[in-house]
């Protein structure tokens, strides 16, 4: 679909109309032919095609990584695109001249890819640390070259920047006299600022359009099918937010996974959540990647679906100006089956949070430590008095053809009191809750073991001074 696009790629100002259900790299490589920005596995998965894309947000450019095969070029309206051809100043980049150094390169068809993350860790930090750079590689794949030499180069450009900067910390100046960015990287601020005033971004309406969210989903699923199709971006229903308001925590439909990860909301209340959320896609998808594309996309092992199923969520559906709530753990009528019309949007989605004493547990086993779906997942959630449960929701993923909400155990386990002998009983009612089938995430039986032992992972995570743990276990 023909859409009016205005944006800057690289150092160049780009305007006109362009097809913008097709990808960003479809863009970069036929449409510019910056080859620099490799085609690999055009599924998210590898990160060779993974550009900065830069945003005005709060009077600031703030840039996250992206992987341009499954990003909507739409998206980039009013925005500035880097690719590996944006980096440079005269000669390589300290990052680029690292990897030559350390031989962190072979067939060569991932090292743009890094080169990106890695940029995108200096320009977005000010103080510099080898497992945040690490971190920052998460959605990048090499398959020949080894890791090593990788890490190598991460660490040489790090110590290097460290040891030569003795004033202050690191900011953008500082990194165009270092010559990690070129200059042109000083005026983008002011230019995104001059095309905001002339861009009006509609949201298409009419002829059913597909909403797309991240796109990381159907940019996988439906690639061929979306690109000649009328899109619209939920993003442009409105700024993305995630916040606390009348004893309940709100979050926008559109807000992203890397959105909810850093929320000061969600680290404040589910501290322990932390760890876990750095287990979900990679850092490129959970910048893309939003909640309301988790919950339709009905998957059921969606990691945001079931964290927010144990809170007990209410989604906030939208067709026009008509409004209408429905709880999460109503919403899915069968596989991939939904209580919402096609036109109706996910624009909000909230959850109580006005208990005293309360803890909240994800697990999450996957065949991969990173970047992997879901053999099982799960959830609970726990108000309580004493050693006493007032109130609990457990939700559990793989397990069933729908994320699914085990009532029956949340029911059992409130008013219980935190024991062994309760929890035991809880596992027996959960087993009769679930129907998993087997797959090549694994067996049936793997599947009831797996829930049974997160289950116990839950009380251990957040009871463990209450129960006998070795006995459970
Ligand atoms: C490499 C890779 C790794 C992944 N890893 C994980 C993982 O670890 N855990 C996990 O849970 N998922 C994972 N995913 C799946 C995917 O990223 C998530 O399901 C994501 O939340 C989808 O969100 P999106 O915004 O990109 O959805 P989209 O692809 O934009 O849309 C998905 C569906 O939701 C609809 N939709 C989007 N927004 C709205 C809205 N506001 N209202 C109504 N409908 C809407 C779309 O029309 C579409 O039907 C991974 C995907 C990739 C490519
Ligand atoms: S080509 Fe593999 S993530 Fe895009
Ligand atoms: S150098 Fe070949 S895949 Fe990394």
Known sequence: ???????????????????????????????????????????????????????????????????????????VNGKHVVTVEGINNTGLTPVQSEFVNEGATQCGFCTPGFIMSLTWYLITHSDYDLSGAINALGGNICRCTGYASIIRSAENVINALNNGNTNGSINLHKLIELNVLPEYFAGIKM?????????????????????????????????????????????????SYILEDNNAIRLSGNATFEEFKNSGVIKKYFPGLQRQLNLI???????????????????????????????????????????????????YKGYKSLNKSEDE???????????????????????????????????????????EIKRCGISAGGVAPVPLFLKNTSEFLTGKKIENEIIEEALDIAQSEISPISDVRGSEAYKRLLLNQLIKAHFIEMFHAKIDVKELI
């Open 1 to 75: 679909m023909q859409e009016q696009l205005h944006f800057i790629l690289n150092n160049e100002e780009i305007t006109g109309e362009f097809n913008g259900s097709s990808s960003l790299l479809s863009f970069i490589r036929n449409t510019k032919k910056l080859t620099g920005t490799k085609l690999v596995c055009r599924e998210g998965d590898c990160g060779a095609c993974t550009v900065l894309v830069g945003e005005l947000i709060k009077g600031n450019v703030e840039y996250r990584t992206v992987t341009s095969c499954i990003f909507p070029l739409a998206k």
């Open 191 to 239: 230019r995104l600022e001059k095309i905001k005033e002339k861009i009006h971004a509609g949201i298409v309406t009419g002829d059913q359009p597909v909403w797309v969210g991240g796109g990381t989903d159907l940019y996988v699923q439906k690639f061929e099918s979306l690109v000649g199709s009328r899109i619209a971006l939920t993003e442009r229903l409105g700024r």
């Open 281 to 331: 896609a990679s850092l490129p998808i959970r910048n893309s990647a939003t909640i309301a594309g988790n919950i339709v996309n009905a998957s059921p092992i969606g990691d945001l679906t079931i964290i927010l199923l144990a809170l007990d969520a209410t989604l906030v559906l939208s067709e026009d100006k008509n409004k209408r709530e429905v709880k999460l753990k109503d919403f």
């Open 345 to 387: 949007i996910i624009t909000e989605i909230y959850f109580e949070n006005n208990f005293k004493n309360q803890k909240f547990n994800f697990e999450k086993v996957s065949k991969r430590t990173y970047l992997d779906i879901a053999s099982v997942n799960t959830a609970m959630f726990v108000e309580y008095t004493g050693g």
